[in-house]
């Protein structure tokens, strides 16, 4: 039994006293206890693969900024590693895969991931859960499946992903065999996430906004909802598409039970399109930057917009690593202590 379930009950539709708030990129640079632990490690991927350093920064956000939810620290480039392609993170750039996809062979040589691929998230988890003691949920995530495609084409960071992107437009039927391949891999890990105690799910979808419409519901959102359907029986699963503003509405129709916005939706028009879903979000992460009482005004602002009920607060996206903690943590406690 949980001692605090206010996010569960917010995705569930159930009735809160307040809402309840966790942030994106909580366990990171931001807080000085993260980064003594990230100093333990030799590189960021062997800090990812030790269960132990993650457990200990998945908790640290909760004793310390008060958040309302823990997410297990790890990364979405996981699955591309358990499939066949390992990736390396490079200081000040980011995300790097030596060997992409290019060819009909390259995507006949990816394997499916199963759960003892990623035995060390699952750990993770299990040692994340007994360290919280119940004292709030444990969500995990995965990015979704367009996502990863477009680091395993691109083999980076990109402005446009116009390698993916051509992926995708000439070789569409390759694309669709990959993208398979990504969404049962990621459902099998995800359903191990929540055997090792994930009460909640999250699929991030950071590269939606670079596709258009038509191509998003094809090659991105009936992966989502293969993916939905698969997790959506077992807990609450989120799905966040970033900049899919236009997508709002048929993200409804899936069976996940929140959808993540980020800054640029309007609150309002946001319930409109999504009938009854609860939804997550959506501050500017620069909003931190501002004055305290800036951040007081804002914050309950958008509180008022969205409404107690159905609703979990959060950023637009994560956090920034300049950001101070003590800013982060007036954000916090302004949700925890709004009356309206």
């Known amino acids: 039994m949980l001692k605090n379930d206010l ?36 590189n960021f991927v062997e800090f990812v693969k030790n269960p132990e350093l993650s457990a200990e920064v998945t908790i640290q956000p909760v004793d310390i900024l008060g958040v309302d939810a823990a997410i297990v620290f790890s990364d979405i480039l996981v699955i591309p590693e358990a499939m066949g392609l390992p990736y390396k993170m490079i200081e000040s750039k980011g995300p790097w895969f030596e060997n992409t996809l290019k060819t009909k062979a390259d995507v006949d040589a990816l394997r499916v991931a199963e759960v003892g691929d990623l035995e060390y998230v699952m750990k993770a988890l299990q040692l994340s859960k ?11 995530f995965s990015g979704a499946s367009w996502t990863l495609l477009a680091y ?4 980076s960071g990109s402005k446009t992903f116009s390698k993916a992107k051509q ?7 390759l694309a669709h065999q990959t993208l398979q391949k990504i969404t049962d891999s990621i459902i099998h890990y995800l359903k191990g996430q ?16 670079v596709l258009s419409e038509p191509m998003y519901y094809e090659f991105s959102l009936k992966y989502i909802a293969q993916i939905c359907d698969a997790i959506s029986p077992l807990v609450p699963i989120t799905v966040f598409a970033k900049d899919a503003h236009y997508a709002l509405q048929k993200i409804a129709e899936t069976s ?6 980020d800054w640029t939706i309007d609150p309002h028009q946001a319930r409109m399109q999504t009938k009854g879903k609860t939804l997550q979000g959506n501050a500017d992460p620069c909003l931190l930057y501002a ?16 409404g107690k009920q159905r609703y979990i607060c959060n950023l637009g996206h994560g956090l920034y690593p300049d950001l101070d903690k003590e800013k982060v943590k007036l954000f916090v406690n302004t949700v925890k202590n709004f009356k309206g």
């Not at 395993?152 to 083999?155: D, F, L, R, S, T």
């Not at 055997?195 to 999250?202: P, W």
């Not at 004055?291 to 969205?306: H, N, P, Q, R, Y």
Request: glycine share 8%; hydrophobic share 45%.
């Open 130 to 140: 007994k360290g919280l003691d119940n004292r709030v949920p444990l969500i995990g």
């Open 167 to 173: 992926f995708l437009y000439t070789q569409p039927e």
């Open 256 to 261: 996940c039970n929140t959808i993540g916005l």
């Open 7 to 42: 996010v569960l009950r917010a995705a569930k539709g159930e009735e809160v006293e307040r809402s309840p708030v966790w942030l994106m990129r909580q366990a990171g640079r931001i807080l000085p206890e993260y980064r003594a632990t990230r100093a333990r490690a030799a």
């Open 291 to 306: 004055s305290d009482e800036k951040i007081v005004l804002e914050t309950e602002a958008m509180l008022k917009a969205f």
């Open 152 to 155: 395993m084409v691109e083999g």
């Open 194 to 209: 929540v055997s090792a105690g994930a009460d909640m799910l999250q699929i991030f979808d950071s590269w939606a906004g």
